[in-house]
Structures are given as structure tokens and as C-alpha cells.
């Protein structure tokens, strides 16, 4: 009881939202119209339990006109079915789609506001977010629909059809195991019995499948995204000729899709195997225990037949369970892999660097910064720092000691420290990471990323272009190609120094951001931006001496390994 008050608890939780959104005018009215198809089925299959009494009554007697009589009323009533059928495969649906569209943006916010994509990469609490996102909201809505309207759908069947079982049926008498007992509505007491108990032993062989496909998905996933790694990685890939390696791991993330599909193989096989035999002993079990009356003349066939429907209608509502278990255990796992997403999107660390905008404030100041890695190892403690306006800056330092975790920290995106970093308010700054971030667009929309409000033309894009030796790509700013596999890491970085001389920052900064140039690229760039952006002030990360004339301050971070790093002021 207490793992299905849980399951309802969380269902509820990652359900309700929507239909308490913005979207409600649709949401609810769409959901009732379900609801309510769903019941009229229910209705038709009362009427045509009772025109089986009738039409078979007919059959019997031998009444012709009855007979046609029936006929027609069939053909009406499966007119109305089938104009009931088309109607539940349009609102359903449609609901679905627009719950599902709901909850991308839903997630997709929670997902990307406060940098909740970024800690999770950090992390790694969870993994595949994009399967979570494509796959599982749209099984959240699919199971949800099909699970509710069905479970409705029996919980209705169940009350219209009980009591034409209950008296159908008539009594039982117990004599035959020497108890001088009447049972009464025996048929309604034996489908409740036969199906709770088919309900029990369907939870034990299938409840095995909820784990099996939880790792299903993520096995998918992973799967899914070696391969996307490979195409994304293409030359790199050929130019070692790594293709035996990405063959091997391929085939080895493949063979756990394929001994967990074994796993949900067998175990669908045993409960199918029950659930085959469940049903198939359901359609004949009527047929005995009515047949003796039937034979004596107590009932006719008519009521025979109608027994043997009623009896199908209410055993199949009482084995919604058994009947739905896959589709249970498939949504127990979607349910957890959202849960899992939103509380990694919306997790927080206990402490947090503070990005303070500051009015009236010229120069950008550090205060009491205290860095840290995921694991809690310090990497600096109490760090000051003024930063001024108009005096660039290099920061020097070996590998690993906690250069590029600065530079995050400056940009606000590193969450495991504290302190402060003022910049003056409304001061236009661009962080130019090692590896620039292009999207996939048109080249004119890249350069001028991320700034959607750029009144940039396109010459002074083709310009910015030329200034950083990328003047052969002037003539196709209106192409879109996915611009990260066509450009070498050095473009790329020369386009990166483009978007900064169209974006025109006041606070450049910039963690090895020339790294793939060779030292004539570099000062080639270097130089557009000192004449391009005379008011600009630099903060640049890097190890190249050559650095040095392009900067008016170098500090240096010195840090040995598991020790607290210092930053200190090198003489020019």
C-alpha cells in the first residue's frame, strides 16, 4: 500500500502542473471530453449486453422479425461506436500533444534557467537528459492518458455491469462440497475473486520489468549518443584511425541494450504467458458454470450469452491491473528518470558565488573568493582582486592550477565556492571560452551570437571577418551548416575573436581563447582587437609569452597539486 501511495504522490506531482498552467482552457475541457467519451463507450457496451440477450433470444426463437428488428438496432449502435471511437482518437491525442509541448518548455526552462544543464554536466548526477526530455514526457502523457481513461473506463464497466451479472447469474448452491449454504449473483463473486487473484500473481511475475526498463532507456541512450559522438567527431576519428576502438565500444554499449532486452524478453514472456492463460480461461469459464442451468431450461440462450458478456465486461475491469502492468512498470520508470531530472535542474549548492551588478562601480572587483572543486578540494581561499578599467590583464599559470576555474567563477557559472565578483551595472561583457560555442545557423546568426538584439550589418560582420583572417568566408553569411564540423579549432577561435569585435564588450575575457592559432594568427588577432576595440578591457588567460606585449599586468597563479593556490602579481 505504501509503494502505490508513493507512486499516486508522484504521478500526482509531475501531472498536475499542467493542468493548472496557462494551458488550462484547453487542458481541462480537452481532459473532461475524454473522460466523457470514455464513458459513453462504456454505455454502448451496456446496450449491446443487452442486445445480445435479445438477438440471440431471437435466434433461438426462431423470430424473423425480431431477428431484422435487432439488426437494425445493431447497425445503430454501431454507428454511435464507431462515431465514438473517431472522437477518442482525435481528443486524446490531441491532448497529449499539447501536454506534451507543455511540459518541454516546462522542462526545458527548469533545465536551462540558473544553469541547471551545466552543474548536472559538472556532476554527472544523471545522465541522458535528452532522452529524458525527447522520450519521457511524451510517455509521460501517453501512459498517463491510456492508464487513466482505462482505469475510468473499468471502474465504470465495473458498477454497469455487476449488478446485470450479480442478476443473471442467480444463486449458488453449495451442496455439491457439502455445505447447505446459497450463494447469491455467485458469477459477479467468482469474477472479483478470479480477478484479484490474477491481479496478485501478475505483480509477482511482472514486477521485475519496472527496473528492467529504466536501464532499457538509459542503455538506449547511451547507445544513441556514441554514435552521435562519432559523427561529431568524424576526423578526429579517422585521423587516428580509431575505428576499431569506436567499433568496440559501440558494440559493447549495443551489448547491454542487448542482454537487458533478453532480461525484458523473458520477463514479458512469463508474464504474457500468464496473462494468455488468464484471458483465455476467462472466455470459457462463464460458458461452465452457466451451462447447467442452461441445460435444464432455466435460462436461454439469449441469457446464456448475456452472462458470458457481462462476465467478460466486469473480469475485464477488475484486471486493469493485470492487463496493464507493462504500461505501469514503463511509466513507474518514466516517472523516475523526470523526477531524477527536475531535482538535478533545480539542485543548488550549499554555497554560491555572487555576481553583483553594480551601479556607479567602474572597475570589476573580486572579493573573498573562495574556489572549489566538485569534490570540495580548495583551490583558492579569500582571493581580492581589482580588476580596472582600461588596464588588461594576463593570467599565467601552469595546467591544472585553476586558471580556467577562475575564469568560470568571473563568469558566474562555477557553483562550488563563495564570495563576490562586483562588475559596474549595465556593462557589456563577453566571456571567450578555449572552445567557442557555434550554433548551428547561418553564419551571420553565428557571429553575431549571442547577442539576438545586433543591429550588426553585414559589413561590419564581413569586416570583423577580414580583421581575423577569415575574409575567404565573407560571401556565404547566409549559409547554414552545422559550422562546428566545417571549421578547423582555429577558425573557430578567429571567429570567436570576430563576434567579439561585433559585439564591442567593455570587459573582454578571454581562458586561452587563441590556444589553436599559431603565434602569427595570434598577434594577427590580438591586434584586431587592441584596434578594433580601443575601450575594451582584456582579461585573458594563456601560457604563450608573446602575451605579454598585448597586456599591461601579469598574475600568476601558483598552485602545487592538493594544495591552496595563490595569485600573485608578476613584475613587467
Do not use: C
Not at 177 to 202: K, Q, R, T, W
Not at 416 to 426: A, D, F, L, Q, T
Amino acid at each position: 500500500m505504501k509503494r502505490v501511495g508513493s507512486f499516486l504522490g508522484d504521478w500526482w506531482r509531475l501531472v498536475i502542473p499542467y493542468f493548472r498552467s496557462e494551458d488550462w482552457r484547453w487542458a481541462i475541457p480537452l481532459l473532461i471530453g475524454a473522460i466523457a467519451l470514455t464513458f459513453t463507450g462504456v454505455g454502448l457496451e451496456v446496450l449491446f449486453n443487452q442486445w445480445n440477450r435479445r438477438f440471440y433470444d431471437a435466434l433461438q426463437n426462431k423470430n424473423e422479425a425480431a431477428f431484422w428488428h435487432e439488426i437494425l438496432v445493431f447497425s445503430i449502435l454501431a454507428a454511435f461506436f464507431i462515431l465514438n471511437a473517431i472522437s477518442r482518437g482525435l481528443v486524446s491525442p490531441y491532448l497529449r500533444l499539447r501536454w506534451r509541448r507543455w511540459l518541454t518548455g516546462y522542462y526545458l526552462k527548469h533545465w536551462l534557467d540558473g544553469r541547471g544543464y551545466y552543474r548536472i554536466e559538472l556532476q554527472r548526477t544523471i545522465d541522458n537528459v535528452d532522452q529524458r526530455v525527447a522520450e519521457d514526457l511524451n510517455y509521460l502523457g501517453q501512459y498517463t492518458m491510456q492508464l487513466l481513461l482505462g482505469f475510468l473506463s473499468a471502474v465504470a464497466t465495473l458498477f454497469s455491469f455487476i449488478f446485470i451479472l450479480w442478476t443473471l447469474s442467480g444463486p449458488l448452491h453449495l451442496g455439491i462440497i457439502g455445505l447447505d449454504v446459497n450463494v447469491p449473483g455467485y458469477m459477479a463473486v467468482a469474477a472479483i475473486i478470479y480477478a484479484v487473484a490474477g491481479s496478485f500473481l501478475a505483480n509477482l511475475v511482472g514486477r521485475r520489468l519496472i527496473p528492467l526498463n529504466f536501464m532499457r532507456q538509459r542503455y538506449e541512450a547511451n547507445f544513441r549518443f556514441g554514435l552521435v559522438r562519432v559523427r561529431e567527431n568524424a576526423e578526429g576519428i579517422a585521423l587516428y584511425r580509431g575505428e576499431p576502438g569506436e567499433r568496440q565500444a559501440l558494440n559493447e554499449r549495443f551489448s547491454d541494450i542487448f542482454r537487458n532486452g533478453w532480461q525484458v524478453l523473458v520477463t514479458q514472456l512469463q508474464l504474457s504467458f500468464y496473462q494468455s492463460g488468464y484471458a483465455q480461461l476467462a472466455i470459457i469459464f462463464p460458458y461452465l458454470v452457466t451451462a447447467p442451468r442452461f441445460f435444464t431450461g432455466a435460462i436461454t440462450l439469449g441469457v446464456m450469452m448475456q452472462t458470458a458478456s457481462a462476465f467478460g465486461q466486469v473480469q475485464g475491469a477488475l484486471s486493469f491491473f493485470v492487463d496493464n502492468y507493462t504500461s505501469l512498470a514503463e511509466l513507474r520508470a518514466v516517472m523516475d528518470r523526470l523526477k531524477g531530472l527536475r531535482a538535478a535542474s533545480a539542485e543548488r549548492p550549499a554555497t554560491a558565488i555572487e555576481i553583483e551588478p553594480k551601479p556607479g562601480l567602474s572597475d570589476v572587483t573580486v572579493d573573498d573568493l573562495t574556489l572549489a572543486l566538485p569534490t570540495g578540494q580548495a583551490l583558492l581561499k579569500h582571493l581580492t582582486l581589482p580588476l580596472k578599467k582600461g588596464r588588461s590583464v594576463l593570467v599565467e599559470g601552469t595546467s591544472g592550477s585553476g586558471k580556467s576555474t577562475l575564469f568560470r567563477a568571473l563568469a558566474g557559472i562555477w557553483p562550488y565556492g563563495s564570495g563576490h565578483v562586483r562588475i559596474p551595472e549595465n556593462a557589456r561583457v563577453l566571456f571567450l571560452p578555449q572552445k567557442p560555442y557555434i550554433p548551428i545557423g547561418s553564419l551571420r546568426d553565428a557571429v553575431k551570437y549571442p547577442d539576438e538584439q545586433s543591429t550588426a550589418t553585414d559589413g561590419e560582420i564581413a569586416e570583423a571577418l577580414r580583421a581575423v583572417q577569415l575574409g575567404h568566408l565573407t560571401d556565404r553569411l547566409d549559409e547554414v551548416t552545422h559550422w562546428t564540423n566545417v571549421l578547423s579549432g582555429g577558425e573557430q577561435q578567429r571567429l570567436a575573436a570576430a563576434r567579439a569585435i561585433v559585439f564591442k564588450p567593455e570587459w573582454l575575457f578571454m581562458d586561452e581563447a587563441t590556444a589553436s592559432l599559431d603565434e602569427a594568427a595570434e598577434e594577427t588577432v590580438y591586434d584586431a582587437l587592441r584596434k578594433r576595440l580601443p575601450d575594451t578591457t582584456m582579461i585573458s588567460i594563456g601560457h604563450r609569452p608573446a602575451l605579454r606585449k598585448w597586456h599591461d599586468a601579469q598574475l600568476e597563479l601558483r598552485r602545487e597539486p592538493g594544495q591552496v593556490g595563490t595569485l600573485v602579481e608578476v613584475p613587467a
